[in-house]
């Protein structure tokens, strides 16, 4: 549920992000984890179209297009991004039932 809300209340910023150095990551971070194919199509690859000919010419903002075509590219990525972008934060609550809090 609070994923929903992240993602809507990225309407109308996913260009500006795509341009930034950092937000370009982001997206591409929310491209690959959010599961929710209608919600990334209607936030996220929505915009991305509408801005197409702006984004495939700037050096940031052609990684998450190219996101979208081969995942997790080293050719676009650098291996310090690919590991961030891999990086698993583990689950507060274990699968046993134990808090790591």
Do not use: W
Not at 16 to 30: H, M, P, S, T
Not at 56 to 81: A, M, V
């Amino acid at each position: 549920q609070d994923r929903k809300r992240i993602i809507k209340s990225l309407k109308g910023h996913i260009r500006k992000l795509a341009l930034n150095d950092y937000g370009c990551l982001f997206v591409i971070c929310r491209l690959s984890i959010v599961d929710n194919t209608e919600l990334i199509t209607e936030v996220v690859v929505d915009e991305l179209t509408k801005h197409l000919k702006e984004l495939i010419f700037d050096k940031n903002g052609r990684r998450p297009l190219l996101q979208l075509f081969h995942p997790l590219c080293s050719r676009y990525l650098t291996p310090r991004e690919l590991f961030y972008l891999n990086y698993n934060v583990p689950s507060p609550v274990s699968k046993a039932g134990y808090s790591f809090c």
